[in-house]
């Protein structure tokens, strides 16, 4: 794939928790600059990523971020804000100690009732996929599907244990790829890493380096 192929499945990400909306505003002109999909912020940032980007650009942002541990209705609540005020796609986090428990259907309730929340808008579940093992990454997906899920996503990008691998992205695609997209995120900067997973079958990529990972483009 080229530079512009590639930056067209790139959300141009910033979630630290000490972002100032002059670090956001810079975000979205260099989002504009890079012909990105679209940017993701925290949703304290929505209306401001929102007021400063062509509708060219889509805003995305995330709920219950980063550790999921939050109640379904919070999450829903977080989400239908986000949405009200400009958010096109949502980025959700799982409970994953409901992973590890084997209670899936905690976890589908738990997609479904953000999915019910956000209308229209892409709704992407983010799995952690580097602090669970195969199988549950499998179910993980299955479940994300069941509840009207649009992607699956590997990471927050905030876990000790690592953000995406060729390896999940291979096993979310095996699974649901075809069906719901794909995103890889967490830790992703060379040009190398981002094809490697668009090989595996990532459809979109979470980057906050994404500037050093298009200039190095072959």
């Not at 992407?124 to 996503?153: H, M, P, S, Y």
């Not at 459809?203 to 380096?209: A, E, I, Q, V």
Request: hydrophobic share 45%; glycine share 8%.
């Amino acid at each position: 794939m080229n530079r512009l192929e590639v930056a067209h499945m790139v959300d141009h990400t910033v979630l630290k928790p000490e972002t100032t909306s002059l670090d956001v505003i810079a975000l979205c002109a260099e989002a504009e600059a890079l012909a990105v999909y679209s940017v993701c912020v925290s949703p304290t940032f929505v209306l401001t990523a929102r007021e400063n980007l062509s509708a060219q650009i889509a805003v995305a942002t995330v709920c219950g971020f980063p550790s999921g541990k939050h109640e379904s209705s919070i999450k829903g609540a977080e989400a239908r804000l986000s949405v009200d005020q400009g958010a096109d796609e949502v980025d959700m986090v799982i409970d994953i100690g409901q992973a590890y428990s084997g209670n899936w259907t905690a976890i589908e309730q738990d997609i479904d009732t953000v999915r019910a929340a956000t209308a229209s808008a892409v709704l992407k579940v983010i799995l952690e996929t580097a602090a669970l093992n195969d199988d549950q990454i499998r179910q993980a997906c299955l479940a994300a599907q069941r509840a009207g899920a649009d992607f699956v996503k590997t990471s927050t990008g905030f876990h000790p244990s690592g953000g995406a691998s060729v390896h999940a992205v291979q096993v979310m695609h095996a699974t649901v790829g075809g069906t719901l997209g794909i995103k890889a995120s967490g830790g992703i900067k060379t040009w190398e890493q981002a094809c490697a997973l668009i090989d595996a079958g990532a459809t979109r990529l979470g980057l906050s380096g994404t500037r050093a990972v298009l200039d190095c483009a072959s």
